[in-house]
């Protein structure tokens, strides 16, 4: 068996020209080599970002640290095979976005399932502010039985037969995942022995608390849920679906059997959007269906330019090779990378950028760095966005737009701001 070292060469040497900086190498030598699960997903990885054309140099050490660290943490490997419900708040505000102005729905009427909503459901409940005149179904078959919070704000959610599905720490910060993970026997057993006390000796007051079917709180006039997935959930055909961050934890067949779903589970007219994205609406890509003569038709790809040259790991993420959204989104990619007029303009605004906000900047060497240390996790998602913003503002996706367009296809900035091409 390859040592995690000489896994992380040999990845070094056929993805980057061996170029990878060392500090980047001694981040990924913390891989786990226990898990065949994360040493494929990083190879599908950098494999992904090779076709894309991404060079060692636009490698950052955020990223390094994210897969050395926190992606074991995060794959359903660790979890028995279940899709964790990770979400974060305001990662769709732009997808809402699209979805109040876009002009391809024309159901006429205001419903939507987000499917796959996670939990808590942050996201689903901003949709449903965002949108009060719509009304908004979350679905997911992971929605708790039980949610336990300890004294810290950690928490932890209990399926009906009260065991754990899912923890998370109260800030999901690098090191305070670290802390919960380190030994998960541990940390089960600390939540496990807290519902117990909890069940025995409700606390009415603060933390530690117990929400029994927490899920109820979160529904309003204008939003409700079920406990339910792709399939299994009974409910009436709705104007838009959308499914988040759900489809690349799954195989092509699988994207198959989902969409034949989604026609039975939308009204003629209707859309579906289906794609990734991350906090802040950074690493945005999806697409678009419609409802026409009972069949869904692609209309669209779109994605926000960040792709290009990603802080996270979003625009890479995918847990198979056959993943149609992920090729797609990569075929963009590769084809603005190896444009090099537009890539000396994004260059120039994207790196003065890094510099100004300390995320990620060039060194010496002329790799990208790591971030401010001083930055809390939601103020650097924060930046990301604003730095999203700022491209967008300074015409550099109507630019990645144009050289889509020189290349025989149909593209358009989109309502939000992101680069959409017409099938
Ligand atoms: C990473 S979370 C995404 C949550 C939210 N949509 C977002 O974008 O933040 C993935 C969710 O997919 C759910 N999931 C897993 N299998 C599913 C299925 N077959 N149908 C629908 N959702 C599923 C999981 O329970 C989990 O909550």
């Known amino acids: 068996m390859k040592t995690t070292t000489e896994f992380v060469n040999e990845l070094n040497h056929k993805f980057f020209k ?9 981040k990924l030598a913390l891989l786990p080599i226990d898990r065949p699960d994360v040493f494929a997903f990083v190879q599908r990885m950098f494999r992904n970002m090779h076709q894309a054309g991404v060079p060692a140099t636009d490698m950052n050490l955020l990223q390094a640290d994210i897969l050395g660290t926190l992606l074991a943490r995060i794959l359903p490997g660790a979890w028995e095979g279940r899709v964790p419900p990770i979400t974060v708040m305001g990662r769709h505000a732009e997808i809402d976005a699209y979805i109040k102005k876009n002009t391809w729905c024309s159901s006429g009427g205001k419903s939507m399932l987000d499917i796959g909503c996670g939990f808590p459901p942050y996201t689903t409940v901003e949709t449903a502010a965002y949108l009060p005149d ?15 919070y300890d004294a810290e704000g950690n928490y932890a959610s209990f399926d009906t037969d009260s ?14 995942w670290n802390n919960l993970l380190k030994d998960t026997a541990a940390t089960k057993k600390h939540f496990n022995d ?3 006390e909890l069940l025995a000796h409700p606390n009415d007051m603060g933390y530690p608390k117990l929400e029994h079917n927490p899920i109820a709180s979160y529904e309003t006039a204008n939003l409700s849920f079920i406990r339910g997935g792709i399939g299994s959930v009974d409910a009436a055909p709705k104007d838009v679906i959308r499914c988040f961050n759900v489809l690349y934890y799954f195989d092509d ?10 026609a039975e589970k939308t009204t003629e007219g209707g859309v579906v959007l289906i794609g990734g994205d991350w ?13 026409t003569d009972d069949r869904l038709i692609n209309k669209a790809f779109a994605f926000s330019i960040d792709c290009i040259c990603p802080l996270s790991i979003v625009t890479w993420y995918t847990n198979h090779d056959d993943d149609r959204q992920k090729k797609e989104l990569i075929k963009y990619i590769s084809m603005l990378r190896h444009n090099k007029p537009f890539m000396d303009a994004f260059y120039a605004y994207h790196d003065a950028q890094r510099l100004q906000y300390n995320i990620c900047p ?5 790799y990208y760095d790591n971030i401010d240390p001083n930055l809390q996790p939601q103020d650097i998602w924060l930046t990301a966005s604003t730095m999203l913003k700022e491209l967008n503002e300074a015409g550099l996706n109507q630019m990645a737009v144009n050289v889509l367009l020189d290349s025989g296809l149909q593209a358009r900035v989109n309502e939000v701001g992101h680069i959409e091409v017409l099938v």
């Open 18 to 26: 061996g170029e990878l900086p060392l500090l980047f190498l001694d």
């Open 134 to 148: 719509w009304h908004i179904t979350g679905a997911d078959p992971s929605l708790p039985y039980y949610l336990l």
């Open 163 to 176: 065991t754990i599905v899912y923890f998370q720490p109260a800030i999901p910060s690098i090191d305070n």
């Open 194 to 196: 807290l519902l117990a």
């Open 253 to 262: 067949s699988f994207l198959e059997k989902a969409l034949t779903w989604f």
């Open 279 to 291: 906090s802040g609406s950074t690493e945005s890509y999806y697409n678009v269906y419609k409802k």
């Open 362 to 366: 060039r060194n010496a060497q002329g």
